[in-house]
């Protein structure tokens, strides 16, 4: 176990669950990101727009920085001098399941953080199921891509 990508794994957490609670907070809204990014992309403007950019602005300035300041990427690059590690099963596979992952959230009404981050936080039983089925399909995905397919480290 690398400690200082846990250290940056924790940190990043931490900062997640902050910017839901102040996005709750401030402006009484969720932090769901597929939802925000979904409604930046699909909806009409309803002059709401600056604060689901900004939000997402955020999320991709944050590692951003932490690369600027030395701080790597943590534990997702294969090896030195890599910037990201390669996709189990190739890229093709993963358009493929970012893809799936998309339909997914619009079929399920929201993502790992709106249901896994602030469902479960407001004890939603709706989000306990999404979750719980989001990790069921991780697990039995990861055990295909490992064992059936054999394109997993």
Do not use: E, K
Not at 59 to 86: E, F, K, W, Y
Not at 90 to 103: F, N, P, R, S, Y
């Amino acid at each position: 176990m690398d400690p200082i990508a846990s250290l940056q794994g924790l940190g990043g957490g931490v900062l997640i669950g902050l910017s839901a609670v102040w996005l709750m907070a401030a402006m009484g809204r969720i932090a769901g990101i597929s939802g925000i990014l979904s409604s930046l992309i699909w909806a009409r403007p309803r002059g709401d727009s600056i604060w689901r950019l900004t939000f997402l602005l955020g999320l991709i300035s944050g590692p951003l920085l932490v690369m600027a300041l030395g701080g790597g990427l943590g534990n997702v690059a294969d090896g030195p001098g890599d910037v990201i590690g390669a996709p189990a099963g190739g890229v093709a596979l993963m358009l493929l399941a970012g893809l799936l992952v998309g339909v997914g959230t619009g079929l399920g009404s929201g993502c790992t953080s709106g249901h896994g981050v602030c469902g479960l936080a407001r004890l939603s039983p709706r989000s306990l199921v999404a979750t719980l089925t989001f990790l069921a399909a991780a697990i039995v995905t990861v055990y295909v891509v490992r064992h059936v397919i054999g394109g997993g480290a």
